[in-house]
């Protein structure tokens, strides 16, 4: 039912903002096994390519956040260029920076030490400086682990 997928995008995406990552978490899970194929994300074996899929499908999903929300992807702040930035237009609101990591079969890494390594990117590199120059103060760091359609995520606020 159409009303039903709007319902969840829209709580998906009121979730991030507010920082209720469970709730996104939960129903973003929801939307990459009912939108990816085994083929999306599997037969990318390279890292950045797999990646690049995840990327394309949470810009597509944060589109719905354009009346409040400035959203950028792949510019520098800091000493790098993060994967995903949502920037309040109203900077008493969250801050949001999203790194996204392929886990790594050939190390054995776990999704969850995948996720570890996208926050410890995010504060290496200080993707929140942006942030914190337009006067936001209260920032989430989200790291999406991915491996095929399986997805973790960790956050510090």
Known sequence: NQSIYSDKYHMMLKGLVN?????????FREFVLKSFSYFDTAL???????????HAFVLGLLLG?????EVKSNRESGY?????????LDPVQLGIIIEFKKVNTLKKETLEEAAVAA???IEQKRYAQE???RGIQSIIQLGIA??????????VV
């Open 80 to 88: 790098g260029r993060y994967d995903v930035m949502v920037i309040p």
């Open 131 to 133: 942030l914190t120059d």
């Open 119 to 121: 926050l410890k990117q």
């Open 146 to 155: 991915f491996q095929g359609k399986e997805v973790y995520m960790k956050s």
């Open 44 to 54: 990318n074996d390279e890292e950045k390519e797999a990646e690049k899929v995840y």
């Open 65 to 69: 956040l354009s009346g409040t929300h």
């Open 19 to 27: 920082g209720d990552l469970e709730t996104f978490e939960a129903v």
